[in-house]
């Protein structure tokens, strides 16, 4: 069989390096891949590396083998158009139609999806002007991932870095795997939980479970791919990597996970509760480590509740047409207690899945029914967790027209 074709745009910043760990990951994936970088590109790297890497000849110009019409051919053949970096300058270019080399030849030929991956200082990327050549991207169904905070050039340090090359691959992987042109939810803002709430006892111990979030970052991830600009609010998900082009909020227990949360819905079309937050907490906190004393059993642990936040954002939504999505993790009855927690709760959609000590939390599988208030089940079945993601957002796609 063929193998896809992939575009690998290169704009010249300094993050342009990177892009060499995006196309070996690329071809080792099994994808053929054109390298067209800008002039200013080869400052930082060389066209040797780029042809060497990738096994194709490497140019800037459209006068290069004219007889072959490169500036046309290139992104008419392509399944994937990706640019890595992408410069203020090449998104400025991008959304006016602008064409003076090889690579905006490209991106106007292309009838396939185009990813960009920005890579600025936080000015430029902050600036209205670069804010509404992203805008006209994202209308014309170009995937534009939201960059990264961390380290820039220099001692500069905040929004612009480029997202790491593995987690751009996914969201060039995920994009490939739709086979669409038109992400179905660009223009949207979504908002999802991932990962467990800890609730303190005491300085160094806790309340929780055994939630890794992996599953909120597949549907971050995912939604990503499908255009939408993401707040991922994780809770203690530590060793997992941000998702490219989404912005991701830190917590640690319920009640900064419902601030969070309550935050982020107030403008966005979608929320999607797949944390696992914790029922209960201490109702009082240790100042010190409690200490076990020789032959005393320690006090009782009492509890209060948590809020509600699934119940809470489904009861009051924050914009007409929002649509809520919870998570209902069941160790036994798994549908007829799904079926009474979604009356409950009045959202529009719950998953639900039967979770213990080896199913569901930590895995990279998962299986479940989706429960729709309308009345509708939607199986899905034992696979990865982003094909779970996927049916998710497909139903909420349907939902939110």
Known sequence: ??????????????????????????????????????????????????SALSGHPVSTEVWDDVHEVPHVRIGQQADLVVVAPATADMLAKAAHGLADDLLTN????ARCPVVFAPAMHTEMWEHPATQENVATLRRGGAVVIEPAVGRLTGVDTGKGRLPEPAEIFEVCRRVLARGVTEPDLKGRHVVVSAGGTREPLDPVRFLGNRSSGKQGYALARTAAARGARVTLVAANTTGLP?????????????????????????EADAVVMAAAVADF????YAAGKIKKQDGQDPEPVVLIRNPDILAEISADR???????????????DVLANGR??????????????????????????????????????????????????????????????
């Open 281 to 284: 907490r201490p109702a009082t």
């Open 318 to 332: 924050a914009r007409p047409g929002q649509v809520i999505v919870g998570f209902a993790a069941e160790t036994d």
């Open 242 to 266: 941000d998702p490219a082009g989404v912005d991701v909020v830190q917590v640690g227990t319920a009640v900064q996970l419902r601030e969070a949360v309550l935050k982020a819905a107030a």
């Open 1 to 50: 069989m063929d193998k896809p074709k992939v575009v690998l745009g290169v704009s010249g910043g300094i993050a342009a390096y990177k892009a060499c760990e995006l196309l070996r990951r690329l071809t080792e994936s099994g994808h053929d891949v054109r390298v067209v970088p800008t002039a200013s590109a080869l400052h930082f790297v060389g066209a040797a590396t780029w």
């Open 106 to 109: 490209t991106l106007l030929t």
């Open 340 to 401: 009474k927690k979604l009356q409950r709760k009045g959202c529009d959609l719950l998953v639900v899945n039967e979770v213990g000590e080896r199913k569901t939390f930590g895995s990279e599988q998962n299986e479940a029914v989706v429960l729709g208030a309308d009345g509708t089940e939607t199986p899905v079945p034992y696979g990865p967790k982003e094909a779970l993601a996927d049916m998710v957002w497909d139903l909420v796609a349907e939902r939110l027209g």
